[in-house]
């Protein structure tokens, strides 16, 4: 035990080791669950999210996200605030991706950028998943019996 002058004594504590949440177990906030079939949609979309995230190199990653949504949103009614959604969480990730790519050519990326851009990927994540509680089958789906 240490003596501060005019303090008094301070009691040091061990310090414990700060648990590092890895980019695959970051989630949002929790939301209000989807009908299965939709969970099922996002989840084709999440889990290369989460990779992306996860995995330094993304390129394969990076084209998954973007077909996987093209797919995803073919069996949807078309409306505007799911697309946007799907754009940002798109321009999201290739953000991320571009980064983590010029990282070593372009001095303007720092640690302090790619934080900031990996920490934008779940928000996007999160926010399609919530435009997706609008979400109605179309056509498309509704023959091959998809609904909710």
Not at 7 to 27: A, M
Not at 42 to 62: M, N, R, S, Y
Not at 124 to 147: D, E, G, I, Q, Y
Request: hydrophobic share 40%; with cysteine; glycine share 4%.
């Amino acid at each position: 035990m240490r003596v501060q002058p005019s303090v008094g004594p301070v009691v040091e504590r061990p310090q414990r080791p700060r648990k590092r949440t890895e980019p695959s177990k970051r989630r949002a906030p929790s939301q209000p669950p989807l009908p299965p079939a939709l969970e099922s949609l996002f989840g084709l979309i999440a889990e290369p999210v989460w990779k992306l995230e996860a995995a330094p190199e993304g390129d394969l990653t990076l084209r998954e996200i973007g077909l996987l949504l093209g797919d995803v949103l073919d069996w949807l009614e078309e409306d505007q605030s799911i697309t946007r959604a799907a754009d940002r969480l798109y321009d999201a990730a290739f953000a991320l991706h571009d980064a983590r790519q010029r990282r070593s050519t372009c001095a303007s990326i720092t640690d302090r950028t790619l934080k900031a851009r990996a920490d934008a990927v779940p928000v996007a994540l999160a926010a399609f998943r919530a435009s997706l509680s609008t979400a109605k089958p179309n056509a498309r789906a509704r023959a091959r019996c998809v609904t909710w």
